[in-house]
């Protein structure tokens, strides 16, 4: 696929080339290991490919049935018809004397934020910035991002962290965010209990090990909780949420990630944890108009 074709469906579409190229291959082959040979990839790379944007649009793009090759879903034939379309467009543009030379800027941000806040408003930002695109990475830790940002392969980092002078980046504080500990309604009881008494609930904490694990924990002993018992590790918020609905353990979460409604059904334990401030981060240095842009957005975007 030509990379101006690219650029203009990458315009309508908040994907990479490479994941519009991957998903109108297997659109066209619906059959995964004939698209990774002729994209010359694994099988295992279509699979990935397809499965980052069906996690980016937040929508299956093909229905898969075991033993049977994979069709494409109602709102894959609609995508793949926009493709189509913008394609079309783009390729009539493409011969016209003011073709736009687009400049594409890298954010990464964790898991919560890109999907509750970021890709939702990424459509209203392709219509304001026609020349523009946003490639999103998922981050799981912000150090290992400091290095990607210095190298210039992430031009800005969203990360919500105890403490943003910690980090060698220039440092944005877009809001502090308050993280609380949330119980379903059978465990309400628990609302009032001393940080010796919580210690001995089970809670329900980010996958073992990792960043955000550690992060949790080091703010539950700065509380004077001593987490004894772990009911799960869960990765993804809305799980953690929903076991604690379900009395299964104290959920500890940002306060961004409970909707209103959610607190007919949980309650939040009366203890103080440590402020987290959710910050922007990019290289020192002076930043051209397209990052500029993309900051712009990320401010009105998150600052609420």
Do not use: W
Not at 46 to 59: D, F, M, P, Y
Request: net charge positive; proline share 7%.
């Amino acid at each position: 696929m030509a990379k101006g074709r690219e650029a203009g469906v990458v315009a309508m579409i908040p994907c990479t080339p490479r994941q519009l190229e991957v998903f109108l291959t297997a659109a066209e082959d619906c059959h995964f290991v004939c698209t990774a040979n002729r994209l010359g990839i694994s099988q295992a790379a279509v699979s990935s490919h397809i499965a980052a944007l069906e996690h980016q649009l937040g929508k299956p793009l093909f229905v898969r049935r075991r033993g049977r090759k994979p069709i494409l879903s109602s709102y894959g034939q609609t995508l793949l018809g926009e493709a189509r379309a913008s394609i079309t467009q783009t390729d009539g543009a493409a011969t016209g004397p003011h073709q736009l030379k687009r400049r594409r800027v890298h954010i990464g941000a964790g898991g919560h934020l890109l999907d509750d806040y970021i890709r939702p408003r990424l459509p209203q930002f392709y219509r304001q910035h026609v020349d523009l695109d946003i490639e999103c990475h998922y981050v799981d830790a912000p150090n290992p991002c400091v290095q990607l940002v210095n190298e210039r392969k992430i031009d800005l980092l969203v990360y919500t962290v105890t403490n943003p002078a910690n980090f060698p980046l220039h440092a944005e504080i877009l809001r502090s965010v308050k993280l609380g500990l949330y119980v379903g309604r059978g465990l309400a009881s628990s609302k009032n209990l001393s940080p010796a008494e919580l210690s001995t609930l089970p809670f329900i904490l980010p996958p073992e090990g990792s960043p955000a694990c550690r992060l949790v924990q080091s703010a539950l002993l700065s509380a004077g909780i001593s987490c004894r018992s772990v009911a799960a590790y869960v990765q993804f918020a809305p799980v953690a949420k929903d076991l604690a609905k379900r009395g299964h353990g104290v959920a500890v979460l940002f306060e961004t990630m409970i909707a209103p409604k959610e607190l007919r059904e949980l309650v939040e334990i009366d203890v103080e944890l440590p402020t987290m401030y959710r910050t922007l981060f990019r290289a020192d240095r002076e930043p051209d108009s397209a990052i500029l842009s993309a900051e712009s957005f990320l401010r009105e975007t998150l600052s609420r």
